[in-house]
């Protein structure tokens, strides 16, 4: 019999934010494969469990991903975790589903956070229907291009960027939206998070002038315009 593969949620910055659950899981896998090893192993410690950490992320998924499924195959048990949040969101963990899965073993998710409805929930968008785009391309006619089409979906839409890449984002934003209501998101859950609310032009003058640090997650609001409360 096939073990199974457990796609476990863990925090995005506040340790608390866990499930007795996904910590049960951890403690009972007899391998947990990390897109972060320092990372789990902070998080690991905390709760003092003692499972075996293995890497495996972009750079390593195409050899680590075969012998994680052969192991999944003798029977063991993984758990899946990426460096904080869900496991397949902008993160390589969904290729390891695929494998499994076409191997005939049984994937598990054990659900929790995930900044992208994090910052959703707090950012007084409507959330029945909304575009979750993950990271624009890095390329500036690329990225634009792209917020083209997401502009014309009349959607609100939630990205995540680097804090180097921040101000060109906004940017685009503004070129392409204009004047709407974009919630600046960053540190979500940790100690200094924040919460910025503005037009696209009024926040990238921000970024500029006081710089940003830390993770960064973006909700524009194309249907509303940012004086509006």
Do not use: C, W
């Amino acid at each position: 019999m096939p073990g199974t593969l457990y796609v476990v949620a863990t925090p995005i910055g506040n340790l608390e934010d866990i499930t007795l659950r996904a910590l049960r899981v951890l403690r009972e896998a007899d391998l947990i494969a990390a897109e972060d090893t320092r990372r789990t192993r902070i998080l690991l410690a905390h709760y003092g469990i003692a499972t075996p950490v293995t890497s495996y992320f972009e750079h390593n998924k195409l050899r680590r991903g075969p012998e994680l499924v052969e192991r999944l195959a003798r029977g063991q048990q993984i758990a899946l975790v990426t460096d904080a949040g869900t496991p397949g969101i902008s993160d390589p963990g969904f290729h390891l589903v695929r494998l499994a899965r076409a191997a005939g073993v049984p994937v598990v998710p054990v659900p929790g956070p995930a900044a992208v409805v994090a910052a959703l929930s707090a950012a007084g968008v409507p959330g029945d229907r909304f575009v979750f785009e993950g990271f624009l391309p890095a390329k500036p006619g690329r990225r634009l291009a792209r917020v083209r089409e997401l502009q014309a979906l009349g959607r609100p839409v939630v990205l995540y960027e680097s804090p180097h890449r921040l101000a060109a984002t906004l940017g685009a934003i503004d070129q392409v939206f204009g004047a709407v209501e974009v919630v600046l998101a960053r540190e979500l859950t940790k100690q200094f998070e924040e919460l910025r609310r503005g037009t696209p032009a009024e926040l990238r003058a921000a970024v500029l002038a006081k710089g940003v640090r830390g993770e960064v997650t973006l909700v524009i609001n194309p249907i509303v315009t940012a004086d509006e409360p």
